[in-house]
């Protein structure tokens, strides 16, 4: 498995993480964050609604599949809480079947993972096991 790790950039809302090399077949995942709203609840404490993908993409940059968290957050500054998780996933290449979609969220955490299968003439060829995290800190910065 060949990885390849690229600088943190931010770039007009979004923030791309890793970036990775999977397998002999030259597939690559991708992680980006967009901002959905920001509201200011009280003077002390304000609340953060995000989004994480993961973008499952071939060798030519073309979407296979992607997994998607969206969390909402409430920060004050000296701490930060996930309220709540969903998860949504997407199938571009229809030789790809997504099983089990989930979401959890834990203190400032919103977790999304999906598995996701390839299928070539009825039998699966391929299983990948997607997580992505998005991150809250004390004073809304996201990750």
Same mark, same amino acid.
């Given at each position: 498995m060949?990885? #390849?790790? #690229?600088? #943190?950039?931010?770039?007009?809302g979004f923030i791309f993480a890793s970036l990775q090399?999977?397998?002999? %077949?030259?597939y690559y995942y991708e992680e980006t964050i967009e901002i959905i709203e920001e509201d200011l609840v009280t003077r002390a404490t304000q609340t953060k609604t995000?989004?994480?993908t993961g973008t499952y993409k071939n060798a030519s940059? /073309?979407?296979l599949w992607s997994v998607t968290v969206t969390g909402?957050? =409430?920060?004050?500054?000296?701490?930060? =809480?996930?309220?709540?998780? %969903?998860v949504s996933t997407s199938i571009i290449d229809t030789k790809w079947k997504i099983a089990s979609p989930s979401s959890s969220k834990s203190r400032n955490k919103a977790s999304a993972t999906a598995i996701a299968k390839?299928?070539?003439n009825g039998a699966v060829?391929? =299983? /990948?096991?997607? =997580?992505?995290?998005?991150?809250?800190s004390p004073t809304g910065v996201l990750s």
């Open positions: 060949k990885k #390849l790790i #690229l600088s #943190l950039f931010v770039c007009s090399s999977v397998s002999s %077949n030259e995000a989004k994480k940059g /073309q979407t909402t957050f =409430t920060y004050n500054g000296s701490t930060s =809480t996930c309220t709540k998780s %969903n390839c299928y070539s060829i391929s =299983t /990948q096991t997607k =997580t992505v995290t998005l991150t809250c």
